[in-house]
């Protein structure tokens, strides 16, 4: 499909999205919450929120989507790829094979910026800062109905203010790339219904406290590095 054909073009972008997606998918079906059918995201809302956060990151690790999809911005309101009906598959065709285009136009402004723009985090540390920031977006979206208006849009690589169609209240927003009306974790539910946000709930703790223990594992891993690095050099021989 389209989708499964853009997914793979983000993995040749830069390795890392299809690890990091592996893990996250792996963690939630760990956690009993990769199933639309049970209140919880599916593997297409999981490997958005995983795009949009390697987004966000500082070098980002991948471009925002439309950067791909497009020749130059485009308007705010202007509809996406899969948006309406009637999109023929000569059409995908065609925004393919200008993704195609564009990924290595990035990848070779990416090449020649240098260090500038290369993103040397390791999957771990990746892993940790997903968690994080997902935690804290996620519990601030079950607080209350005007939190789901914030939207996770890997389109434009940011967080959007925008209601969804007919105004539902929604309490995870995850925008679909490829069709601004659609939120990929209605899923989860709306705040209307009790189950629905005790669910969604548990999935803010989940995340957050794995953030938690993956920060806190982290710290301790730097903490003996430096304590067998101190060792080390205090050993007798060692080099002043």
């Not at 939120?183 to 005790?198: E, K, M, Y």
Request: charged fraction near 15%.
């Amino acid at each position: 499909s389209f989708k499964a054909e853009m997914q793979k073009l983000w993995g040749t972008l830069d390795r890392r999205y299809a690890a990091l997606y592996r893990l996250v998918k792996a963690w939630a079906a760990a956690h009993g919450v990769n199933d639309a059918s049970s209140n919880t995201p599916n593997s297409w809302s999981w490997g958005l929120m995983v795009a949009f956060y390697l987004q966000s990151e500082q070098p980002a690790v991948l471009p925002p989507l439309w950067q791909l999809l497009e020749h130059q911005q485009p308007r705010t309101t202007a509809p996406r790829v899969l948006q309406g009906s009637g999109v023929s598959s000569a059409a995908l065709k065609r925004t393919m094979d200008l993704a195609m285009v564009n990924s290595m136009a990035y990848v070779g402004r990416r090449n020649r910026a240098g260090s500038s723009m290369q993103n040397p985090k390791g999957l771990t540390e990746l892993l940790a800062g997903f968690f994080e920031v997902f935690g804290e977006q996620m519990t601030r979206w079950c607080e209350g109905r005007q939190r789901g208006n914030t939207r996770c849009s890997p389109w434009w690589g940011g967080w959007v203010d925008a209601t969804w169609p007919g105004n539902t209240p929604y309490i995870f927003s995850i925008e679909d790339p490829f069709n601004a009306s659609d939120n990929t974790a209605r899923s989860v539910g709306s705040h209307n219904h009790l189950t629905c946000t005790n669910s969604a709930r548990y999935i803010a703790w989940a995340v957050k406290t794995s953030a938690q223990l993956l920060r806190d594992a982290l710290v301790g891993k730097t903490a003996a590095d430096a304590d067998t690095l101190t060792a080390a050099s205090a050993a007798p021989g060692s080099p002043a």
